[in-house]
């Protein structure tokens, strides 16, 4: 589902995010990139969103190649991913319903299913009795909650979710693993950044990438 | 398109709701709006005064053919008939001797009594052609060439100075239109831009939840083109306010230069302010959309 292949990403200002990356993600699977900040966890979701293309190598979602030319394909890439951004980016003043429904206005589902999807990641995330607050009103957590739902309810293929432990307690971080978890099924493959490894228990049916310095260190393997 | 049209009333709300987001600056944009389009009614409505003039002037250009003395009355008559059916000729008649005295007695007013040491009539019947300036070499050549013709009096001078006038004023009028019509759409599509680079993180949010980019531009354009229409409304009030305000003020004419009727000025700057708005909101929407275009 997703494949990287010698991947090598540098920025406009010469700074080289990644050096040959190869990895292989699979439909269903629960991955965790892990690596202190500044590895180059973010960058491999920019690339698999499209909002980076490769300098050298190929990155390809879906089956598609992520290219500079193919703004359609990236559109119709991003359509089938539930993205959980480290700063959220919730439109303001706008309700949390009205955030979760915006994600979802441009994909085929009828209004009845929109509405009715809204609903039910809001009631997911626990948040089914703040829908009507403005997203300015909430609090961190609460704003992070209505940006999974946003994801999820769109019922994607894939979810990522960079950072999201980031600013929490760790009571509240790790409900938030678990509450990302529990969306992975077998259409849905789940892929969730940290560099707050300590949260994370050893999983048996998880892969983790671990990074650093741009280099992909261990694949697979529980390393911690 | 389905989708388009089952998104409409969205994308209606999502205007108000973007008009409302910034109240203050919007209300800002749109009195920006209407003062330029006060200023852009103006020129236009002066444009059509100088072209009025320029018709004006044009009309009253005109030259006399005098007859040869074998020309009998009949056949000034043809003559004349002849001479109008040239190309660059609007009419002619015939003055004669009678109205050609009495012509000159108004020239000369209290001097007139100088005419009655003639015994005789000395003015001659003639052919008064009013013609096109821009056709006056061609007419002249063919009039002066005309059997029954002894000479053309071609007030050259004055002719080629009309001409002069007219040319100027119609340059004046185009490049005036021009300049306030592209500062105009400049000042708009910036303003439109700024509008839409105060939600840039909403655009750039959409772009990443893979929105395509009707579904983002629309609300967007359709803001600018409420705005650009409501200054386009409230620029024709206020035109229309100045035109009556001026008509009562001068009575319905400023000097020789003939004003065109009050209600035929006020239903053109009613109808075109906000129809040019309308336009100008889209375009400017559509180029302060595409100015702030950044990668996918």
Same mark, same amino acid.
């Given at each position: 589902m997703i494949e990287f292949k010698e991947v090598s990403l540098i920025y406009p200002d010469k700074t080289q995010a990644l050096y040959d990356v190869n990895l292989c993600i699979g439909q269903g699977e629960l991955v965790y990139i892990t690596g202190p900040s500044g590895a180059g966890k973010t960058s491999m979701l920019k690339l698999i969103m499209g909002m980076e293309i490769p300098t050298v190598g190929s990155v390809s979602v879906f089956d598609k190649k992520v290219r500079h030319s193919g703004t359609r394909t990236i559109r119709r890439i991003r359509r089938k991913i539930g993205p959980v951004f480290q700063e959220f980016k919730l439109i303001k003043g706008r309700t949390s319903l009205e955030n979760v429904i915006m994600g979802m206005r441009f994909l085929k589902i009828t209004p009845k299913q929109m509405k009715l999807q809204a609903h039910e990641a809001l009631e997911k995330v626990g948040l089914a009795h703040k829908k009507y607050s403005k997203v300015e009103n909430l609090s961190w957590g609460e704003a992070q909650r209505v940006a999974i739902a946003r994801a999820v309810a769109r019922k994607p293929s894939l979810i990522l979710a960079d950072e999201p432990t980031g600013n929490l307690d760790y009571d509240n971080a790790v409900n938030i693993l678990e509450l990302l978890k529990s969306f992975r099924n077998d259409n849905?493959?789940? %892929? %969730?950044?940290t560099h707050a490894t300590h949260l994370i228990k050893d999983e048996k049916d998880a892969t983790f990438i671990r990074i650093n310095n741009g280099r992909v260190t261990a694949e697979r393997g529980w390393t911690e | 398109m389905r989708r388009f049209f089952y998104n409409l009333g969205y994308f209606i709300k999502e205007s108000g709701k973007i008009i409302k987001l910034n109240? !203050?600056?919007? %209300?800002?944009?749109v009195i920006g709006t209407g003062l330029i389009l006060f200023l852009l009614g103006i020129v236009i409505a002066g444009t059509d005064i100088g072209s009025r003039l320029v018709t004006m002037l044009n009309e009253e250009a005109e030259i006399n053919g005098y007859f040869t003395k074998d020309v009998t009355t009949d056949k000034m008559q043809s003559i004349a008939e002849e001479i109008g059916r040239m190309d660059g000729v609007r009419s002619t008649r015939i003055v004669g001797e009678e109205e050609a005295k009495q012509r000159m007695e108004e020239i000369l007013g209290e001097e007139a009594s100088i005419l009655e040491l003639f015994t005789d009539n000395p003015f001659e019947a003639f052919v008064e052609i009013r013609i096109d300036v821009e056709a006056m070499d061609a007419v002249l050549d063919s009039v002066k060439d005309t059997e029954g013709i002894e000479y053309v009096r071609d007030n050259r001078e004055v002719l080629e100075k009309i001409k002069d006038i007219t040319y100027a004023l119609k340059i004046l009028g185009y490049l005036m239109t021009a300049a306030v019509g592209i500062t105009t759409l400049i000042i708009l599509s910036h303003m439109i831009r700024q509008g839409i680079y105060n939600n840039r993180d909403q655009i750039n949010t959409l772009k990443l939840l893979g929105s395509p980019g009707v579904f983002i531009g629309f609300p967007y354009v359709l803001t600018g083109v409420i705005l650009t229409v409501l200054g386009g409304i409230i620029a024709a009030a206020a035109v229309v306010w100045l035109i009556n305000g001026a008509y009562?003020?001068? /009575? /319905?004419?400023? !000097?020789?230069?003939? !004003?065109p009727p009050r209600k035929e000025l006020i239903d053109m700057m009613a109808l075109w302010l906000p129809g040019i708005s309308l336009v100008? /909101?889209?375009?400017? $929407?559509?180029?302060?959309? $595409? $100015? %702030?275009r950044e990668k996918s």
């Amino acid at each position: 589902m997703i494949e990287f292949k010698e991947v090598s990403l540098i920025y406009p200002d010469k700074t080289q995010a990644l050096y040959d990356v190869n990895l292989c993600i699979g439909q269903g699977e629960l991955v965790y990139i892990t690596g202190p900040s500044g590895a180059g966890k973010t960058s491999m979701l920019k690339l698999i969103m499209g909002m980076e293309i490769p300098t050298v190598g190929s990155v390809s979602v879906f089956d598609k190649k992520v290219r500079h030319s193919g703004t359609r394909t990236i559109r119709r890439i991003r359509r089938k991913i539930g993205p959980v951004f480290q700063e959220f980016k919730l439109i303001k003043g706008r309700t949390s319903l009205e955030n979760v429904i915006m994600g979802m206005r441009f994909l085929k589902i009828t209004p009845k299913q929109m509405k009715l999807q809204a609903h039910e990641a809001l009631e997911k995330v626990g948040l089914a009795h703040k829908k009507y607050s403005k997203v300015e009103n909430l609090s961190w957590g609460e704003a992070q909650r209505v940006a999974i739902a946003r994801a999820v309810a769109r019922k994607p293929s894939l979810i990522l979710a960079d950072e999201p432990t980031g600013n929490l307690d760790y009571d509240n971080a790790v409900n938030i693993l678990e509450l990302l978890k529990s969306f992975r099924n077998d259409n849905t493959t789940v %892929i %969730i950044t940290t560099h707050a490894t300590h949260l994370i228990k050893d999983e048996k049916d998880a892969t983790f990438i671990r990074i650093n310095n741009g280099r992909v260190t261990a694949e697979r393997g529980w390393t911690e | 398109m389905r989708r388009f049209f089952y998104n409409l009333g969205y994308f209606i709300k999502e205007s108000g709701k973007i008009i409302k987001l910034n109240l !203050l600056s919007n %209300i800002f944009t749109v009195i920006g709006t209407g003062l330029i389009l006060f200023l852009l009614g103006i020129v236009i409505a002066g444009t059509d005064i100088g072209s009025r003039l320029v018709t004006m002037l044009n009309e009253e250009a005109e030259i006399n053919g005098y007859f040869t003395k074998d020309v009998t009355t009949d056949k000034m008559q043809s003559i004349a008939e002849e001479i109008g059916r040239m190309d660059g000729v609007r009419s002619t008649r015939i003055v004669g001797e009678e109205e050609a005295k009495q012509r000159m007695e108004e020239i000369l007013g209290e001097e007139a009594s100088i005419l009655e040491l003639f015994t005789d009539n000395p003015f001659e019947a003639f052919v008064e052609i009013r013609i096109d300036v821009e056709a006056m070499d061609a007419v002249l050549d063919s009039v002066k060439d005309t059997e029954g013709i002894e000479y053309v009096r071609d007030n050259r001078e004055v002719l080629e100075k009309i001409k002069d006038i007219t040319y100027a004023l119609k340059i004046l009028g185009y490049l005036m239109t021009a300049a306030v019509g592209i500062t105009t759409l400049i000042i708009l599509s910036h303003m439109i831009r700024q509008g839409i680079y105060n939600n840039r993180d909403q655009i750039n949010t959409l772009k990443l939840l893979g929105s395509p980019g009707v579904f983002i531009g629309f609300p967007y354009v359709l803001t600018g083109v409420i705005l650009t229409v409501l200054g386009g409304i409230i620029a024709a009030a206020a035109v229309v306010w100045l035109i009556n305000g001026a008509y009562d003020s001068m /009575g /319905g004419t400023l !000097l020789f230069i003939p !004003l065109p009727p009050r209600k035929e000025l006020i239903d053109m700057m009613a109808l075109w302010l906000p129809g040019i708005s309308l336009v100008l /909101g889209l375009f400017g $929407s559509l180029f302060g959309l $595409s $100015s %702030i275009r950044e990668k996918s």
